[in-house]
């Protein structure tokens, strides 16, 4: 389980980036955060977009991805408060079918 | 460590969320993500005042925030593209203190 936010601030750019992370398997959880399932080849695809992507012209000074690697521990204890993402069963339910 | 993330549409709201986390000891890592050592203790206000919050008025129907507790994992193989969060050796120095 990875989760991948940014800040970028082009809005073309932002939605060029997010295709990319879904299209790699992710989920987006809120606006510019996103977690999923990425093997090491996707992981690999995505990043290479990314580094391509803060080559451009159109990146900022400011613009920034984190890709942080998840633990079971993290997706165990993870709570929200108000509205939970849309198919959470399912992205999580994905992550136990991985490891069980 | 413990990441908390927002989507928070109204500003006033989102801005006294953002005071809350920032005072309990987390680190603002992008515009909707924040970062930090936070005790049990700071963790239950934080809580509270999400509680307090999302009962009120100004909190919306797609509004959530989360709270992922990061194993030590997460730190060791995080990565930015672009600009890394300000003070982000403090951040993450923080926590190999309290590890070690």
């Given at each position: 389980m990875h989760l991948i936010s940014y800040d970028i601030q082009e809005d073309a750019l932002r939605v060029k980036v997010a295709k990319t992370l879904i299209q790699y398997g992710l989920h987006r959880i809120q606006y510019s955060v996103f977690m999923g399932e990425v093997k090491d080849a996707a992981l690999a695809k995505i990043e290479q977009a990314l580094v391509g992507f803060a080559a451009?012209?159109?990146?900022?000074?400011?613009d920034s991805v984190m890709i942080l690697p998840l633990h079971q521990y993290s997706e165990d204890y993870v709570q929200f408060f108000g509205v939970s993402p849309a198919r959470w069963q399912e992205i999580t339910g994905e992550m136990h079918t991985l490891i069980l």
């Open positions: 451009g012209n159109q990146w900022s000074a400011q």
